[in-house]
T-cell receptor, first 114, second 112 residues
Framework: DTGVSQNPRHKITKRGQNVTFRCDPISEHNRLYWYRQTLGQGPEFLTYFQNEAQLEKSRLLSDRFSAERPKGSFSTLEIQRTEQGDSAMYLCASSQSSRTDTQYFGPGTRLTVL | KNQVEQSPQSLIILEGKNCTLQ??????????LRWYKQDTGRGPVSLTI?????NTKSNGRYTATLDADTKQSSLHITASQLSDSASYICVLESGGSYIPTFGRGTSLIVHP
């Protein structure tokens, strides 16, 4: 297993377009997390899944953001009607079942909204 | 409002020296406190995880401490190496639902 993978690594889009990112967690990891990080800041929690169930969603997440993990394996994060303020690094992490388990992060998807 | 404040914002040290990074928090109650290392342009890498009942945790040259009375944590790096140059991020996870609060990080530069 090569760790958490994310695709694409970079995405440039125009304001108003929809984008979708994919995260493939470490196999057999039950928990999957999405975070967003802007330059010079720490990551910001977006949402997390336990298997296919979305258990928490940040209040910072607007209705334009949606995430799915349909079969409890890979996950997608979609942003509709992108805005320039959505430009950030989107990070995915996975862990086993316990809240004290180590989270392993992927390399991230860098989104630039023009 | 839950907050995590890290200091210093940036730090420059010479290779081989020790250093200590600070994390002050207001998150209460919390379940876990984590320290991460993040290289530029890459995802964070876990260094230590402490529950609220622990007061120290080591991982090689990295030692994290927790003082729940003063609501402070520190990350001590021993015998620094050039590869320690990175951002170090402190994270508090709330005691109920999983809503982590991240600090902005301390940028560490190790010079030869």
């Amino acid at each position: 297993d090569t760790g958490v993978s994310q695709n694409p690594r970079h995405k440039i889009t125009k304001r108003g377009q929809n984008v979708t990112f994919r995260c493939d967690p470490i196999s057999e990891h039950n928990r999957l997390y999405w975070y967003r990080q802007t330059l010079g800041q720490g990551p910001e929690f977006l949402t997390y899944f336990q298997n296919e169930a979305q258990l928490e969603k940040s209040r910072l997440l607007s209705d334009r953001f949606s995430a799915e993990r349909p079969k409890g394996s890979f996950s997608t994060l979609e942003i509709q009607r992108t805005e320039q303020g959505d430009s950030a690094m989107y990070l995915c992490a996975s862990s086993q079942s316990s809240r004290t388990d180590t989270q392993y992060f992927g390399p991230g998807t860098r989104l630039t909204v023009l | 409002k839950n907050q995590v404040e890290q200091s210093p914002q940036s730090l420059i040290i010479l290779e081989g020296k020790n250093c200590t990074l600070q994390c002050n928090y207001t998150v209460s109650p919390f379940s876990n406190l984590r320290w991460y290392k993040q290289d530029t342009g890459r995802g964070p890498v876990s260094l230590t995880i402490m529950t609220f009942s622990e007061n120290t945790k080591s991982n090689g040259r990295y030692t994290a401490t927790l003082d729940a009375d003063t609501k402070q944590s520190s990350l001590h790096i021993t015998a620094s190496q050039l590869s320690d140059s990175a951002s170090y991020i402190c994270v508090l996870e709330s005691g109920g639902s999983y809503i982590p609060t991240f600090g902005r990080g301390t940028s560490l530069i190790v010079h030869p």
